[in-house]
């Protein structure tokens, strides 16, 4: 059975052309880049090559790239490095709904002895400017703040927040995981001191990211070994990696039409399809501009596990919130800060698209979700309906 894949916001598949791109550095070219003999040294100009590409896709310079292990590192080391080079400021700032990779980061901080400021969002999503620049002291370090939500595809108003930022002095970190290659991003315009991205959320393979920091802007590394990416990030890089993200992104650059319109008719398709045909459901985060490929909805009444495993078994994955919180049969903190009540976020599904996904997929998937909301609301008559499923 083929699988229909709608959970693109958890991973992607890696693009055919990126596979192509990096097959010779896992062959003939596995040299190290800072070897002094030729056969090394000559894989360095490749690593150039995916920093520019990484730089033309985000409207920056190739040197304010640093390569790291993926997004959770990027975000590690935004934060960290901007509060370990300015150890006199102890003040952070950021949201509630922020990806688990700023959350509990700044949670263990506050722990530390920080001082952390998780904003809140209204019942679309969305913070308040005016609480973010009241809450900017003398002694704030940071502002963390996502661009896209993971779980719902809520888009914050960056350029907004970087502006305030600016006026502030205060540098901004924004966790774009998300963002990049779904929506146009330029660095060259917006006031944005760091940047964080994740190589297997756009067609690349996983345990590869990236990290933009603005030239001028000071970081310390979070870790201490060779002179690799200019000191800030040491350690041989992974080089088929680095070259399959730069390909990616150089792919991204551009498919991002093709996201902003296919990928968003299909999305819209998808939505108004299941708002026609199920009376309980409930459209999150409807009220806010959204990443083009991502719909989070909640069957209200209906265990989202439930109707998750339901769909599984008929080759459909999607899920219910964040892959890295999946395992909790908790409710989304993104929901409840929303103030999605309890029980009705307990029946949130999450459908994330790509390039990848067709028509015919998203028919399909219109054709039998109703069914199956019908046979989960039956069974949520009885007690426990996940428990019944998985031991029946
Ligand atoms: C996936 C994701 C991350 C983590 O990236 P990894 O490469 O999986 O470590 C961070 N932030 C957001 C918003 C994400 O969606």
Redesign the pocket.
């Known amino acids: 059975m083929a699988i229909i894949y709608l959970d693109n916001?958890?991973t992607t598949r890696v693009a055919p052309e990126v596979r192509e791109a990096l097959l010779p550095f896992l062959d003939e070219l596995y040299g190290n880049p800072s070897s002094p003999h030729h056969f090394g040294g000559q894989v360095e100009k490749y690593l150039t090559i995916a920093r520019t590409q990484l730089a033309e896709l985000l409207g920056c310079r190739p040197k304010e790239i640093t390569f790291t292990s993926?997004?959770?590192?990027s975000?590690n080391l935004a934060i960290r490095g901007v509060l370990a080079a300015r150890p006199e400021k102890r003040h952070i700032i950021t949201s509630q709904v922020e990806?688990s990779?700023?959350l509990v980061q700044c949670q263990e901080l506050s722990r530390q002895g920080y001082h952390v400021d998780f904003l809140t969002v209204d019942s679309d999503g969305q913070i308040d400017l005016e609480d973010l620049e009241n809450k900017i002291q003398q002694d704030t370090a940071l502002v963390s703040i996502?661009w896209?939500?993971?779980e719902t595809g809520v888009l914050f108003p960056i350029e907004s927040i970087s502006q305030i930022c600016k006026a502030h002095r205060v540098p901004l970190h924004v966790?774009a995981?998300?963002a990049v290659g779904k929506i146009p991003i330029n660095l060259g315009s917006t006031h944005i001191d760091l940047l964080?991205l994740?190589?297997?959320?756009i067609h690349a393979p996983?345990g590869v990211?990236a990290l933009y920091v603005r030239t001028g802007l000071r970081i310390r590394p979070i870790t201490w070994g060779g002179h690799q990416e200019r000191g800030k990030r040491p350690g041989t890089e992974p080089v088929p990696l680095i070259v399959g993200l730069g390909k990616a992104a150089e792919l991204a650059h551009g498919w991002i039409d093709e996201e902003q319109n296919r990928v968003r008719q299909l999305r819209d398709m998808l939505e108004t399809g299941l708002a026609g045909s199920i009376a309980n459901l409930q459209v999150n985060g409807a009220g806010s501009p959204r990443l083009p490929n991502t719909l989070n909805v909640c069957f209200k009444g209906v265990e989202g596990e439930a109707l998750l495993l339901l769909m599984d078994q008929m080759g459909m994955a999607a899920s219910s919130g964040?892959a890295?919180l999946a395992d909790k049969l908790e409710p989304s903190h993104v929901l409840l800060a929303m103030g999605v009540p309890e029980s009705v976020a307990q029946g949130a599904v999450r459908f994330s698209l790509s390039r990848y996904n067709t028509e015919e997929e998203i028919r399909e998937v219109l054709k039998v979700i109703p069914g199956l909301n019908e046979k989960v609301l039956q069974l949520s008559k009885a007690a426990d309906p996940v428990k019944k499923m998985v031991s029946p």
């Open positions: 916001n958890a993926g997004g959770t590192e975000d990806h990779a700023v996502m896209a939500n993971n966790d995981v998300q964080s994740s190589g297997h959320k996983k990211g964040s890295c």
